[in-house]
T-cell receptor, first 115, second 114 residues
Framework: EAQVTQNPRYLITVTGKKLTVTCSQN?????MSWYRQDPGLGLRQIYY???????DKGDVPEGYKVSRKEKRNFPLILESPSPNQTSLYFC??????????????FGPGTRLTVL | AQKITQTQPGMFVQEKEAVTLDCTYD???????LFWYKQPSSGEMIFLIY??????QNATEGRYSLNFQKARKSANLVISASQLGDSAMYFC???????????FGTGTRLTIIP
């Protein structure tokens, strides 16, 4: 089944404790991206990647890191989480460039709480 | 830079009626694409429809159509013959060619009344 998987689905952590949210897709997609969703703000893009070893900042990259060492995986790293990073996080992938109309497939989301 | 504005935080519509969800965009890029996504209460994000800035005709996908008015910078989603299952959050989003960022609006919560 074609899908984007994220782990963990739920995470409660404390300020400053490094964490990684994994994202994997099995559709051989070139484009992958991370978003955070907060009430009243919609989704905001954190980072995106057009290909292996190519990553770019979205609109809210501060406090996050990503890597794209393999085509299928795009982990999101919070080196020192803070309470303002409490949010619902989505990973997504698409075959190629978004502006060409390629549909994005979203993962199920990871709800992160930072105490 | 691109900005997407959805001015309707919430809407209530009678079942079987048509509904229009508003979206305006602000970009200086000549080439861009606009998307609509649906998020049901279960939380997943579902792609609905896409419109490219150079597309000559308005996009349609089943009961969904996009009323694209370039001069007004609007890309409204029209849902015909609404169903109870259409109750969800709807997000408009945009991306420019050459800059693959995707910017979302704040969403509209649509509730279909039986």
């Amino acid at each position: 089944e074609a899908q984007v998987t994220q782990n963990p689905r739920y995470l409660i952590t404390v300020t400053g404790k490094k964490l990684t949210v994994t994202c994997s897709q099995n559709m051989n997609h070139e484009y992958m991206s991370w978003y955070r969703q907060d009430p009243g703000l919609g989704l905001r893009q954190i980072y995106y990647s057009m290909n292996v070893e190519v990553t770019d900042k979205g609109d809210v990259p501060e406090g996050y890191k990503v890597s794209r060492k393999e085509k299928r995986n795009f982990p999101l790293i919070l080196e020192s989480p803070s309470p303002n990073q409490t949010s619902l996080y989505f990973c997504a992938s698409s075959l190629w460039r978004l502006a060409g109309g390629n549909e994005q497939f979203f993962g199920p989301g990871t709800r992160l709480t930072v105490l | 830079a691109q900005k997407i504005t959805q001015t309707q935080p919430g809407m209530f519509v009678q079942e079987k009626e048509a509904v229009t969800l508003d979206c305006t965009y602000d970009t200086s890029d000549p080439s861009y694409g606009l998307f609509w996504y649906k998020q049901p209460s279960s939380g997943e994000m579902i792609f609905l429809i896409y419109q490219g800035s150079y597309d000559q005709q308005n996009a349609t996908e089943g009961r969904y159509s996009l009323n694209f008015q370039k001069a007004r910078k609007s890309a409204n989603l029209v849902i015909s013959a609404s169903q109870l299952g259409d109750s969800a959050m709807y997000f408009c989003a945009g991306s420019s060619f050459g800059n693959e960022k995707l910017t979302f609006g704040t969403g509209t919560r649509l509730t279909i009344i039986p």
